[in-house]
């Protein structure tokens, strides 16, 4: 396989162009807006050249990257001669259903058909295809370019060899992808991160710390570790011999903490106002995309780093 199909040229999209072209890929794009995706190689020069001012290396020379990023007139020429299709069209569940009926009839039946989506699972827009079977979400971490962890999630129809062709094809173009099981509410990261974002609602609003305390406390704290290790190596790490005196020592205290937790509760207006009266201070509304911008320059140092370490 040299050459894919990115339907849905938006951020997602785009960036995902950018990761298949580095990784040696013809991308063919296509999106209802011509005009966004005649812009994706214009997004891969630009976001190239912002790795190479940070004295990052490239495998090849921007330009030969971004040519291999064609915009297609037509789903049916993105889809010539592929055998994965990458769907990251917008978030509404009507759009994906229409958008994979047609795919039903115009993707060869060896094509895998993979979505971007970030909440929906695959079995609620691939039910009534023929062909659901070659059906899957591979949700990336926005963005894809720079954060290469990758969720793998099949429907109760997908067929098996479907998941390892697309966790093959993930780790092929540099990303790290995990298996899901089966389907689930939220999937993996947005269930890890709900959790966190709960407590860490309910610590200001109960006026335990602000929102800046809150974010030094996982920035300057649990972020250093979690950064390079998940939360199970973690707590191995912490007790002499391994996770299970860790458990045996702490377990209690967490079930404990854990009864506390299972309050979930909504976030308020006025618990929202307050937090961003807080992030207004230290980012002003105008300063965002420049911070943005921040975030990702560090992101791609921080990836950049840790590969290069045994």
Same mark, same amino acid.
């Given at each position: 396989?040299? /050459?894919?199909?990115?339907?849905?040229?938006?951020?997602?999209?785009?960036?995902?162009?950018?990761?298949?072209?580095?990784?040696?890929?013809?991308?063919?794009?296509?999106?209802?807006?011509?005009?966004?995706?005649?812009?994706?190689?214009?997004?891969?020069?630009?976001?190239?050249?912002?790795?190479?001012?940070?004295?990052?290396?490239?495998?090849?020379?921007?330009?030969?990257?971004?040519? /291999?990023? /064609?915009?297609?007139?037509?789903?049916?020429?993105?889809?010539?001669?592929?055998?994965?299709?990458?769907?990251?069209?917008?978030? /509404?569940?009507?759009?994906?259903?229409?958008?994979?009926?047609?795919?039903?009839?115009?993707?060869?039946?060896?094509?895998?058909?993979?979505?971007?989506?970030?909440?929906?699972?695959?079995?609620?827009?691939?039910?009534?295809?023929?062909?659901?079977?070659?059906?899957?979400?591979?949700?990336?971490?926005?963005?894809?370019?720079?954060?290469?962890?990758?969720?793998?999630?099949?429907?109760?129809?997908?067929?098996?060899?479907?998941?390892?062709?697309?966790?093959?094809?993930?780790?092929?173009?540099?990303?790290?992808?995990?298996?899901?099981?089966?389907?689930?509410?939220?999937?993996?990261?947005?269930?890890?991160?709900?959790?966190?974002?709960?407590?860490?609602?309910?610590?200001?609003?109960?006026?335990?710390?602000?929102?800046?305390?809150?974010?030094?406390?996982?920035?300057?704290?649990?972020?250093?570790?979690?950064?390079?290790?998940?939360?199970?190596?973690?707590?191995?790490?912490?007790?002499?011999?391994?996770?299970?005196?860790?458990?045996?020592?702490?377990?209690?205290?967490?079930?404990?903490?854990?009864?506390?937790?299972?309050?979930?509760?909504?976030?308020?207006?006025?618990?929202?106002?307050?937090?961003?009266?807080?992030?207004?201070?230290?980012?002003?509304?105008?300063?965002?995309?420049?911070?943005?911008?921040?975030?990702?320059?560090?992101?791609?140092?921080?990836?950049?780093?840790?590969?290069?370490?045994?």
């Amino acid at each position: 396989m040299t /050459r894919v199909a990115l339907i849905g040229a938006g951020v997602v999209g785009s960036a995902w162009s950018l990761v298949f072209a580095r990784a040696g890929f013809e991308v063919a794009i296509h999106d209802a807006d011509p005009a966004a995706a005649a812009r994706a190689p214009d997004f891969v020069r630009t976001a190239l050249a912002a790795l190479e001012a940070q004295g990052l290396a490239l495998p090849e020379p921007a330009e030969s990257i971004a040519a /291999r990023v /064609r915009p297609a007139a037509s789903i049916e020429e993105a889809l010539a001669g592929v055998d994965y299709v990458q769907e990251s069209v917008p978030e /509404r569940l009507a759009v994906k259903i229409d958008l994979y009926a047609m795919l039903d009839t115009l993707a060869g039946p060896q094509v895998v058909l993979a979505s971007s989506t970030s909440g929906l699972p695959a079995s609620a827009f691939t039910e009534g295809m023929a062909t659901r079977r070659r059906c899957l979400v591979v949700h990336p971490i926005n963005p894809p370019h720079l954060i290469p962890l990758v969720e793998i999630v099949p429907a109760p129809w997908t067929d098996p060899d479907i998941v390892e062709r697309a966790t093959a094809l993930m780790r092929r173009i540099g990303q790290s992808p995990i298996q899901l099981r089966r389907e689930i509410n939220g999937f993996v990261v947005n269930r890890l991160q709900g959790a966190l974002l709960g407590e860490a609602f309910r610590l200001v609003e109960d006026g335990i710390v602000d929102a800046d305390e809150v974010d030094r406390a996982i920035a300057d704290g649990l972020g250093l570790r979690w950064c390079f290790m998940g939360p199970f190596q973690t707590i191995d790490l912490n007790a002499r011999t391994g996770i299970a005196e860790y458990c045996r020592n702490l377990g209690p205290m967490y079930h404990g903490l854990a009864k506390e937790q299972a309050d979930p509760r909504p976030w308020p207006d006025t618990l929202v106002a307050a937090i961003e009266g807080t992030l207004r201070k230290r980012t002003p509304t105008e300063d965002i995309p420049a911070r943005q911008g921040w975030r990702d320059n560090f992101l791609a140092r921080l990836v950049d780093f840790k590969r290069r370490q045994p």
